[in-house]
């Protein structure tokens, strides 16, 4: 198999760069766990990336080299030119349980990334009150987490994550318990918040449909240990409306193309979980 090279337009404009990245991890009889293989990934800044392949296959791992959650055990992962050996200035991260404080009201909520980084209290709060509006949750202000529905509590999430204006956006399948409305509905949000701020995005998720609809590529993982298979570009307009562009003949050419590469990966892990079984 030829492994895909994944190049933004320029040297220069290069957010987020992986080159032959390979993370093992420890195992308790020794033999230790390979997750992902000599992966090149290249992200521009202001470049949507999406990341899809089999479950399991070590997508999120990549986004851990990333964040500096963990380190590569061969290869390297640089930001901004410079090596990752902690955690990036600038790195917002949205995992798939939102991180809210079930004790902290949404204004606290969404000012606490900027009281951590030393803002006064009245700054933070002031521009808490405007991300919350921003998302839809104004007159949420003094609600608690479990007065919430989950896709109001994805939208403080959402607010918490960007209201420290990250350059690196780190999404690992933020939506992916919300049912397909408000999954939609949040798609068009994130859209709507990401354009024009500049930040490099690598977003993982399972839902094909999804991948397109948000990135400017989508890049296919092969089965594990992952490493990348296929890049496809997603030459759709932008501004998008999800609902609207997955229903056009553009949008099912695209996903016709980014499925038959990734069919053959998730016939190979289906196989192999068929294998242990038996």
Request: charged share 25%; aromatic share 6%; hydrophobic share 40%.
């Amino acid at each position: 198999m030829t492994q895909a090279v994944t190049q933004p337009a320029t040297e220069k404009s290069i957010a987020i760069s992986l080159r032959g990245a390979t993370k093992r991890f420890a195992t308790k009889d020794g033999a230790g766990f390979t997750a992902i293989r000599d992966v090149d990934l290249d992200v521009a800044a202001g470049e949507f990336v999406s990341v899809v392949g089999p479950t399991g296959c070590g997508k999120s791992t990549t986004l851990s080299l990333v964040s500096g959650l963990e380190p590569s055990s061969t290869g390297t992962v640089t930001v901004r030119g410079e090596p990752v050996r902690g955690i990036p200035d600038g790195v917002g991260y949205m995992f798939q349980a939102d991180a809210v404080l079930p004790w902290k009201n949404v204004l606290d909520n969404v000012a606490i990334g900027l009281r951590y980084r030393g803002t006064d209290r009245k700054q933070a709060e002031r521009r808490a009150r405007d991300w919350i509006a921003r998302v839809g949750l104004a007159g949420f202000e003094d609600r608690y987490p479990h007065q919430l529905s989950g896709g109001m509590r994805k939208r403080v999430a959402m607010a918490q994550t960007l209201i420290t204006e990250p350059s690196l956006l780190l999404l690992d399948e933020p939506f992916g318990a919300l049912d397909v409305q408000t999954r939609e509905l949040m798609q068009d949000e994130l859209l709507d918040l990401w354009s024009g701020s500049g930040a490099a995005v690598v977003f993982v998720t399972h839902d094909l449909t999804e991948a397109i609809s948000l990135a400017d590529r989508v890049v296919v993982m092969t089965a594990g240990p992952a490493t990348v298979k296929d890049v496809v570009a997603i030459d759709l307009p932008r501004p998008r409306r999800v609902e609207e562009i997955r229903l056009t003949p553009e949008f099912t050419e695209l996903y016709r193309r980014v499925w038959d590469s990734l069919r053959e990966e998730v016939e190979i892990t289906r196989a192999r979980g068929a294998s242990r079984v038996a």
